[in-house]
């Protein structure tokens, strides 16, 4: 006697579900009241804006004006490098500690929800935001108002990661350092800190490339770098300098984040050798 073919599952879940999806995304297109039409017009106008943009590319950099349109180019990038690390260390100093009190395995319940809820509150808010709302008063239109929003930003997104670098890590060595009788402080610095810290500076890192993409949009409201240089190029419809600019902004990060990819990816490998040869 054969035993009978168990019954096929229902596609009812699946297509109710299906469903839910693409009605959400109709409503959200129709929400945004859009010329949809115009899309059909969108391949001839980048051929149209890729040629003006390129037009300076082709022309002898080291001829007037062409040389100072790079050299203007790479001191507002230069301008752009040195706001995102100036960023970055700020968020880097401060969001450590952060990121101790929100772990659940190393601060108590109730440190951990505030500090939780204060590195939420602060991914909450954009960093242009911080920058005109708080920073715009007090420093004015100046680079520094762009760093320390681009700080503060970074505090949200790296206390979180530290934090839970930190309940993931191998309870072995701080289990045997409690053992022997250490104190809170060391076990946090030699059981904890030594095995989460390649992981957290890779963060930092990965977080220097976002910040610098941060930067060119923060300087589209006058706070300097890259991007206050396009504000002004746009617009003056000046698209040959445009397109250098943009030209250096791609070319260096590219640069900048091979270069991060290659020391996070040294680090970590590192970490996970020596991880190899304890255990």
Known sequence: MSTPRPAAPSKVPATIAFVAVAAVVIGCAVALRA??????????????????LTEGFWANPFADPQREWWAVAFDFMLDSLSIAWIGTLIGAILSLPLGFAAARNVAPAWLVWITRTLLNVIRAIPEFILAIVFLLPLFGFHPAAGAIAL???????LGKLTSEALEDLSPGPVEALRATGASGLSVLRWGMLPQVMPEIVSFWLYRFEVNIRAGAILGMLGLGGIGFLFDQLFNGREWARAGIALLVTVVVTIIVDQLSAAVRHRIIGTEQLTHREVF
Do not use: F, K, N, Q
Not at 151 to 157: E, L, P, R
């Open 151 to 157: 700080g503060i930003g970074s505090v949200g997104t």
């Open 35 to 52: 010329d949809w039409a115009a899309l059909l017009g969108l391949p001839e106008r980048l051929v149209t804006y890729a040629r003006l």
